[in-house]
Nanobody, 125 residues
């Protein structure tokens, strides 16, 4: 069992930056690939970024590539999402997830094993 708790959301102006954190419980954090998803009001949950258990492989949605960076610290059981050059369309609840394989990100929400509750990011224009 893995429990995930996100933090770091808030209100930011367009062009600004935020760093989200996702703290995981349990001793097996290092065995899981970690993903970030987001869900805007009235929209489906969508994939944002994924990182392998070792941190060596990373994948991003086209909409955030070049602006967002996913990283992890296995000694702290934490995954991060650095978000730069934020746009109003990035406004959403950001949710972290754990998956047994980095390749599961291609399956979207169906590929994840554990979910956090999310943290709200609001980007004003």
């Amino acid at each position: 069992q893995v429990q995930l708790v996100e933090s770091g959301g808030g209100l930011v102006q367009a062009g600004g930056s935020l760093r989200l954190s996702c703290a995981a419980s349990g001793r097996t954090f290092g065995n899981y690939a970690m993903d970030w998803f987001r869900q805007a009001p009235g929209k489906e949950r969508e994939f944002v970024a994924a990182i392998s258990s070792s941190g060596l492989r990373r994948y991003y949605a086209d909409s955030v590539k070049g602006r967002f960076t996913i990283s992890r610290d296995n000694t702290k059981n934490t995954v991060y999402l650095q978000m730069n050059s934020l746009k109003p369309e990035d406004t959403a609840v950001y949710i972290c997830a754990a998956a047994q394989s980095i390749n599961n990100y291609v399956r979207g929400v169906d590929g994840m094993d554990y979910w956090g509750k999310g943290t709200l990011v609001t980007v004003s224009s």
